[in-house]
């Protein structure tokens, strides 16, 4: 048939046709097909819960990231503040002596 989703039901589900020669069935079979027997608020509670264990993931990596930061931008002032008080003391000790 020249039908691209007629085709590809058939290639997917060709056991629920009415006939295999020429790949055609009822409207109504091919609703069936498409849309199964569950439930709207099964998959509903289903995209929710993925939803939100995407968010968590999201939450999780954005906290360690952020907590990287902190530290890194922490070790990095106190190099900077360690660095020119050595500085500081060391042209100190060199105008003394």
Same mark, same amino acid.
């Given at each position: 048939? /020249?039908?691209?989703?007629? /085709? =590809?039901?058939?290639?997917? &589900? #060709?056991? /629920?046709?009415?006939? &295999?020669?020429? +790949?055609?069935?009822?409207?109504?079979?091919?609703?069936?097909?498409?849309?199964?027997?569950?439930?709207?608020?099964?998959?509903?509670?289903?995209?929710?819960?993925?939803?939100?264990?995407?968010?968590?993931?999201?939450?999780?990596? #954005?906290? %360690?990231? &952020? +907590?990287?930061? %902190?530290?890194? &931008?922490?070790?990095?002032? =106190? =190099?900077? +503040?360690?660095?020119?008080?050595?500085?500081?003391?060391?042209?100190? =000790? %060199?105008?003394?002596?």
């Amino acid at each position: 048939m /020249d039908d691209p989703l007629q /085709d =590809a039901m058939y290639e997917t &589900w #060709g056991a /629920d046709l009415d006939d &295999w020669e020429t +790949r055609e069935c009822s409207d109504d079979e091919l609703i069936g097909v498409l849309y199964s027997d569950e439930s709207s608020a099964e998959s509903v509670a289903q995209n929710v819960l993925s939803i939100a264990l995407a968010l968590l993931l999201c939450l999780a990596v #954005g906290n %360690v990231v &952020w +907590r990287i930061v %902190v530290v890194s &931008w922490a070790l990095l002032s =106190a =190099a900077v +503040r360690y660095t020119t008080v050595a500085l500081i003391l060391l042209s100190i =000790a %060199v105008f003394l002596a």
